[in-house]
């Protein structure tokens, strides 16, 4: 058994992921906002939950501070899913530079700092293990959604750093990066809604395995770079079904 830290667990993919773990490991589940749904996801014994906003430095640390005071509660694997999306869906040249200093706080900021206080902690650990998202948009590009697929390159391109900096305290960082997954859209605004299920399609014809991701694609790999992975560092594994 295992202990998960899900950074994002309220995330579409992250609440798969916490589910599938949750029978053989030991989960803390990180929120930002919704604090209702991350209560629903899961109320097993020892599921520990904890909550910052990845923007707020201080908050991280204060946060990891306390949770892992003592060795035995620093996690052995990471995975970091939280994200903002491209909400405007406009050409960058017509984008609020509000939403743009926001998903570049969140999607690369945010993740570097959150590694930033987590990995002193990871280095007591032997061998802990992190994954990171990024997207296959970073190398397709994303009409109307330039700075988001800019965040996901940017995290691709750390994690290959992180990886030699960190490979003599024997901690693993890879990246998973997916096509178009299959998620609840009725979250989402009508007009959000149409822009990605008109995305999906155009990609979905691309795609050589005729389908986009499911939840289970995901975590299967997940699940080999967390715990059957003894080589692999600093990789980016993109989950496409065959399509760049
Ligand atoms: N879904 C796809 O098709 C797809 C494709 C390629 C790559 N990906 C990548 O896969 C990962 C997961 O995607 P997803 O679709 O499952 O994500 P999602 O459903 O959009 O969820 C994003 C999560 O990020 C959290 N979050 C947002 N701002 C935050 C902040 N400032 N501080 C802390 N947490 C914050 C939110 O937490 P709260 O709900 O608690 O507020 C939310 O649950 C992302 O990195 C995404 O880029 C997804």
Do not use: W
Not at 105 to 129: D, E, H, M, Q, V
Not at 172 to 191: K, L, T
Request: with cysteine; aromatic share 12%; proline share 2%.
């Amino acid at each position: 058994m295992k202990k998960i830290l899900i950074i994002g667990a309220n995330s579409n993919i992250g609440a798969f992921l916490a589910k599938q773990f949750y029978n053989d490991h030991e989960l803390i589940l990180h929120y930002h906002r919704n604090q209702e749904r991350i209560k629903s996801l899961i109320e097993g014994n020892g599921v520990k939950t904890i909550q910052f906003d990845i923007c707020n430095y201080t908050d991280i640390k204060d946060s990891f501070t306390k949770l892992f005071s003592e060795k035995k509660d620093i996690p052995d694997a990471v995975i970091f899913c939280s994200t903002e999306r491209s909400k405007d869906f406009q050409k960058l040249a017509e984008s609020d530079s509000k939403l743009i200093d926001s998903i570049i706080n969140t999607n690369f900021n945010g993740l570097c700092y959150s590694l930033n206080i987590l990995i002193p902690f990871l280095r007591k650990k032997n061998g802990a293990r992190i994954v990171l998202f990024g997207s296959n948009v970073s190398r397709i590009g994303l009409k109307n959604g330039s700075v988001y697929a800019a965040t996901k390159a940017a995290v691709s391109s750390i994690a290959r750093s992180i990886a030699i900096e960190e490979a003599e305290n024997n901690i693993f960082i890879n990246v998973v990066s997916p096509g178009p997954v299959q998620i609840d859209n009725s979250q989402f605004s009508p007009e959000y809604r149409k822009f990605r299920e008109e995305y999906y399609m155009q990609q979905s014809e691309k795609i050589p395995l005729g389908r986009v991701a499911n939840f289970e694609d995901i975590y299967h790999t997940i699940d080999f770079l967390l715990f059957k992975n003894s080589y692999i560092t600093g990789e980016e594994i993109f989950i496409t079904g065959g399509s760049l």
